[in-house]
């Protein structure tokens, strides 16, 4: 038996701040010497996608597409094409509860600029008209979007980060780096291989963990209201907004998802934390692969219930943490 040392069995990290966050690569530095240049490569495959997903950079390219698509149809390259399609076949499988549309209510409501307000009722009314996900017109045959109307605009805030932990994974599998953790920013993890542990943290206590997970070859993602809010009149408002009904979303505090891909992983954490425990149960039993670990407000309480659905008993151990 060959033994290894504390050092040689520490993984090594290589991590850049990009999309406004810090992602991060993890691997065993003895088991793929060639990890280091596998992970800046699958970095570097993150920045092209900013330049490609953000809205906050006036040259990318979902930037050119708000601002054309309501003239003419706009051609895509297959990557994107392929997302598009993807998040509305999440929208309707999830019955809207989350768009890649929504940006108008985003701004409405003042969190595209960090300072929450509560809307008039002519401009709620006009942002409600110009989020649907069905009015976007997607043209598999010319690989193409055109929106039916002005004011419709693409958002991938709901799903950015998954989708490029996905895609720059490739650069890792194509340098034979098979098994690794590529997490972005707090909320997302993709984990390529068996066994791999994930905390997911207390939405109370900072530094103490509610639980964690064992994720094979899957994602995690979590979707929360503790950090992006603002309150008005002794009412708290959450960055998380029901496309539905242009409101931002109550009753829930926090919301996990496991998934077999990063970009599912965090398409559903936005759409449980709209959906609520009852039709995230739903989702979970029609959708296997899916599971979800949700923390519910008892205000009378000022504490909260844990809710789970869809995991395996051996996915999932509570820490002594849990309790509010």
Known sequence: MTWRTPEELALLTVSRKVMNDEFEAAFSRLDFPQGTQAALDALDEVERLEQVLSVFRFDSRVQYINLTAHEIPVRLDEELFNL???????????????????????????????????????????????????????????????????????????VGKGFALDIAARKLWEQQVDRFLFQGGLSSVLAVGSGWKIGVAHPMRPGKRLAELILNNEAVATSGSQKQFFRYNGRRYSHLIDPRTGLPAEGVISVTVIAPTATQAELLSTAFFILGAEQTEEYCKKYSGIAALMTIPIPQKAGFEIRSFGFDKEQIRFTDDRKD
Not at 96 to 123: C, E, H, N, Y
Request: glycine share 8%.
């Open 84 to 158: 598009i399609t993807l998040c509305v076949e999440f929208a309707e499988k999830t019955g809207g509860a989350v768009d890649i549309t929504s940006s108008p209510l985003w701004k409405a409501w003042g969190f595209s600029k960090r300072k929450g307000q509560i809307p008039t009722a002519s401009a709620l009314e006009t942002a409600l008209a110009n989020t649907d996900y069905r009015l976007l017109e997607l043209n598999s045959e010319t690989r193409t979007i055109r929106f039916k109307k002005k004011g419709v605009e693409l958002n991938f805030g709901c």
